[in-house]
Each structure stands twice: as structure tokens, then as C-alpha cells.
């Protein structure tokens, strides 16, 4: 069977090659590899509140004190990894947002209508990094702004406006969002 299927795809094979040479196929352009032409700056823009909800989570949670019980150590430690394992997670997917934007969506005649978007890109990419491996306010707080400019260069590149409003999340921070109405 080995001999016989191997022969038979070989045989396959150059068959296509040989239609293809007389008939080629049409070369396509896409901008992501499906393509779907679904793309949106909010999943950036929320994975920025989550991590700054989650410091802010951490920095008010209280250690236990010398008397506490091996139960209420416990679930220190246990919301403690917990925060930190979501802000990590949330920190990544901010990153691999921002990257698929960048990589997928914006194309050159974007970065004529925003000039500064490789360095806001790469100004995001360095705060969703500081946002993963620190317990820090400003940091995160840089991803939302990042975003946001973000947000704002996408929106933009469709001709839609955008506003900013402060988000109804426990962070309450500014928030870019499409004025679709």
C-alpha cells in the first residue's frame, strides 16, 4: 500500500503543478489569515481595567497579623494567587491583543492616518510587560492609556469618532469608545 499511495499522491502532485502552471491561481490579499475583518481595541481596553483592577485588588488586601489562624493565612494566600495569576493572564492578553491589532489590522496607509502608531505599539507592548510583572498602579494604568490611544488610531482609521467616558467598572478609569450613534 505504501509503494501504490505514495506513487498516486506523486502522481497528484504533478498533475496540480501542472494545471497550475497553465492556470494559476489568482494571488489574494488579506489582512489576517482568515480573513474575518473582525477586529476591535475593546478587548485590549478591558484587559487593561482587569489589571488594574487586580492591583488594586492586591494592594487592599490585608496580610494576615501574627494572630491570625491558619484559615484566614490560607485564603490570604489564595486570593493573593489568585489576583496575581489573574492580573498575569489578563496582562498577556492585553499583549497578544495589541500585537494582533498591530499585526493584523493596521495596514501602511493606516500609519499615515495615525504616524505614531509602531511607537505607541511598542509603548503598549512594554506596559502590558511591566503590567505582568509588577504589582504597579502607574503601569497599568499605562495599558489603559495605550489602549485608548490605540482605540482611538483604530476608530479613526474607519471614520468613526470616538468619545471619552469614565468606564462603569470598579476602576472607573477614562475609556475610549466608538460614537456609533
Not at 494576615?64 to 492580573?87: C, D, S, V
Not at 505607541?120 to 504589582?135: H, Y
Not at 476608530?155 to 468613526?160: D, E, H, P, V, Y
Amino acid at each position: 500500500m505504501g509503494v501504490g499511495y505514495d506513487a498516486n499522491m506523486s502522481l497528484a502532485h504533478k498533475l496540480l503543478r501542472a494545471l497550475d502552471r497553465v492556470r494559476p491561481a489568482p494571488v489574494a490579499h488579506a489582512h489576517c489569515d482568515i480573513p474575518c475583518g473582525i477586529y476591535d481595541p475593546h478587548n485590549a481596553q478591558m484587559a487593561a481595567h482587569t489589571v488594574i483592577r487586580m492591583v488594586d485588588l492586591i494592594n487592599q488586601l490585608e496580610k494576615p497579623g501574627a494572630n491570625a489562624t491558619p484559615e484566614q493565612k490560607q485564603e490570604y494566600h489564595n486570593k493573593l494567587q489568585r489576583y496575581i495569576a489573574t492580573k498575569e493572564q489578563h496582562a498577556e492578553l492585553y499583549k497578544h491583543e495589541v500585537r494582533v491589532l498591530y499585526g493584523d489590522y493596521f495596514k501602511p496607509e493606516h500609519v499615515q492616518q495615525f504616524p505614531s502608531l509602531h511607537d505607541t505599539v511598542w509603548k503598549a507592548l512594554k506596559a502590558g510587560s511591566k503590567g505582568r510583572q509588577e504589582v504597579n498602579l502607574a503601569a497599568a494604568e499605562d495599558m489603559l492609556k495605550l489602549a485608548n490611544e490605540i482605540a482611538e488610531g483604530f476608530w479613526k482609521t474607519k471614520g468613526i469618532a470616538t468619545y471619552k467616558a469614565k468606564a462603569p467598572y470598579p476602576t472607573a478609569r477614562e475609556t475610549v469608545y466608538p460614537k456609533l450613534a
